[in-house]
C-alpha cells in the first residue's frame, strides 16, 4: 500500500484495485470462488508494495474518470475483455456497465454450453436471443446448435454489438 499517499486508500480507484485482488488472491472472499479458484490472476506488478500505485497509473492513462451517474454509480467499471483470463494490461478496459453486462461468463444454469443458444422443447429448435438494453431479443430459432451459434454471432457483427460471441466447438449437448 502506498503509505504517503494515504488519503489514496480512501478512492474509488483504491477500491476498485483492492477488490480485484481480493477476489483474486483470497480464499476468504466471498467471491474467490468465481476468481481466484477458476485462475483468474492478477498482474504482478498489481500486486504487492507498488501494486496500487502502478495500477493507478495504468487506470489513469487507459480511460478511468470518476463520472458518476445519478444513481450515484461510478459511470466507469473495469472489464476484462477476455473472461477466462485474468487482470492484466492488455485484458482490462474501463466501460460502462451496459458493455460490461455484456461480457459475462456462462451461467451454471447453462446447458447448451454457448452464450444466448438453448433448446426448446416446445419447438424443438435451438433459440438464440440476445440482451440489448437490459431486454432479451430472440434473434431466430434453428435446426442445429451450429447455426444458433452462428446467427447470434453474425447479429453481433452486423448490429456492431460489444458483446462476447461464442466459438462453435462442436454439439455440447
Known sequence: MIKNNAYLSHTRLYRVWYDVVYRCTSEKSSQYKYYGAKGITVYEKWV???????????ALENGYKEEILPS??????????DTTKGYFPENCRWVG????????????TN???????????????????ISI????????????????????????????LPHQKNVYIGELK
Open 111 to 129: 446447458t447448451s454450453g454457448y452464450r444466448g443458444v438453448s433448446w426448446s422443447k416446445k419447438e424443438k429448435k435451438w433459440i438464440c436471443v
Open 72 to 81: 450515484g454509480r461510478n459511470k466507469y467499471t473495469i472489464d476484462r475483455i
Open 48 to 58: 504487492g508494495k507498488n501494486g496500487f500505485a502502478n495500477f493507478r497509473k495504468w
Open 97 to 108: 456497465y451496459d458493455i460490461q453486462n455484456c461480457n459475462h461468463i456462462l451461467l451454471s
Open 133 to 160: 438494453n437490459h431486454k432479451s431479443k430472440r434473434i431466430g430459432g434453428y435446426y442445429t446448435q451450429k447455426d444458433a451459434v452462428e446467427a447470434r454471432n453474425k447479429f453481433i457483427d452486423e448490429n456492431n
